[in-house]
């Protein structure tokens, strides 16, 4: 499939300024009502867009990507109009949720109306909802008059694009325009709740945390990881859309996580051991931890600095750009600082950097 799709499409580059606004953003709406594709900035991270109704458009975002089918695709909306023709028996709990946390970064899964094509739900009777809080995106689904098919612009099992470079690194060739807004204001994908189960399960950590959700409905469950559940939680069985690994950077990534002097100590030994064993080593690390090494033994190694550990909000914004960066070096090895803050956005952080690492090491 990807042979005949790969690298045959030109794809435009579109550079929003205050004067070109208007004049791109109708333009990538009428590459949408054609059945085109085109990536934009959300606050999260890129997204790569098509009409969700349409099935020939929804097909050309899993070429593109290389996307597992199957894998559902949730879907960007502007206004709660259309909410009603979308998904139905939406429970007033997700109404709440909508009010508190629309637009911005919360996925809401919902039953799914049979306007919604199977290709967009991976043939799951449920949809996943999101209203942006980014006006590209939500002028774009406004002026095609369609919701938005939306997936991270990235191709399948690669980070997440943060920038606009990293969607044209993935994606050339194979969609029709890429919408450069600048960088992700988050930088990690938005939280997704099932809200089709009782009590709703949290499919996946984003900036709206569970302490957030659970203020606004009361309990939820947690389905991502054991060690990352409450302590003595029984963990729901896997549900549809997790059954597929992300971020797998060509290096193999080792985490460390703990106390951070501890994990200064552990990644300064791993580092020893993988030199010796003759690999190539790159470190992924906050800047507190960086300042537990001295300066020519960080410079010796390919080193991405992800900010202070003090907010989470600066690291989850360049943890994408660091995988990708340090990916791009030919390592062996990626060490990765875990001595983040395991609350709100930071349990989100840690979530991804669990996902890309191979091996764990708990300190
Ligand atoms: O922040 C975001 O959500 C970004 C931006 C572009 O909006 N989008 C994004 O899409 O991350 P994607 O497709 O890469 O991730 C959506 C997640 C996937 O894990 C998918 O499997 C899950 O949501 N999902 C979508 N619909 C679902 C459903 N009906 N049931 C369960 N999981 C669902
Ligand atoms: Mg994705």
């Known amino acids: 499939m990807q042979a005949e799709n790969g690298n045959k499409t030109k794809t435009r580059l579109f ?15 009428a590459i949408i009502r054609r059945g085109g594709t085109v990536a934009f900035p959300t606050e999260t991270v890129y997204g790569l867009g098509a009409d969700g109704l349409n099935p020939d458009a929804v097909r050309k975002i899993f070429e593109a990507k290389e996307r597992p089918p199957g894998n559902p695709l949730s879907l960007l909306v502007h206004s709660r109009e259309d909410l009603g023709k979308i998904a139905k028996n ?6 709440r949720l909508m009010d ?24 799951l009777t449920s949809i996943g909802l999101r209203m942006p809080d980014h006006r590209i995106p939500l002028e774009l689904v406004k002026r095609a008059g369609t919701p938005l098919a ?7 099992g690669k980070p997440s694009p943060s920038l606009a470079s990293h969607v044209l690194a993935d994606l050339t060739g194979r969609i ?6 600048g960088g992700a204001a988050i930088g990690l994908e938005s939280t997704v709740i099932d809200m089709t189960v009782e009590p709703p399960v949290v499919l996946r950590p984003g ?13 939820v469950r947690p389905a991502y990881g054991e060690s990352e559940a409450r302590a003595g939680e029984a963990m729901p069985e896997k549900k549809a859309g997790q059954k597929y690994s992300h971020y797998a950077p060509d290096a193999q990534v080792v985490l ?16 020893e051991n993988y030199l010796r064993e003759g690999k190539k080593v790159g470190l992924l690390l906050s800047d507190e931890t960086a300042g537990f090494f001295a300066s020519e033994r960080l410079s010796a190694h390919e080193c991405f600095l992800l900010g202070s550990r003090k907010g989470p909000e600066e690291a989850a914004r360049r943890l994408f750009e660091g995988l990708r960066v340090l990916d791009a070096k030919g390592l062996d090895v990626i060490l990765a600082d875990g001595s983040f803050n395991p609350s709100g956005l930071g349990a989100a952080l840690l979530n991804r950097l669990r996902e890309a690492a191979s091996v764990r090491h708990a300190v």
Request: aromatic share 4%; charged share 30%.
């Open 15 to 29: 550079r929003v300024s205050e004067e070109n606004f208007d004049a791109i953003l109708d333009e990538a709406a």
């Open 90 to 95: 939406i429970p007033e709990k997700a109404f």
């Open 100 to 123: 508190a946390f629309w637009p911005g970064p919360l996925t809401i899964v919902l039953e799914k109306n049979d306007l919604v094509p199977e290709i967009t739900s991976g043939n």
């Open 150 to 156: 939306a997936p991270s612009a990235n191709l399948s």
């Open 176 to 181: 029709d325009a890429v919408i450069d807004g």
């Open 207 to 219: 900036a709206v945390g569970i302490d957030e959700l659970e203020r606004v409905i009361g309990k």
């Open 256 to 271: 460390v996580e703990g106390e951070i002097r501890k994990v200064s100590e552990k990644i300064d030994a791993l580092l």
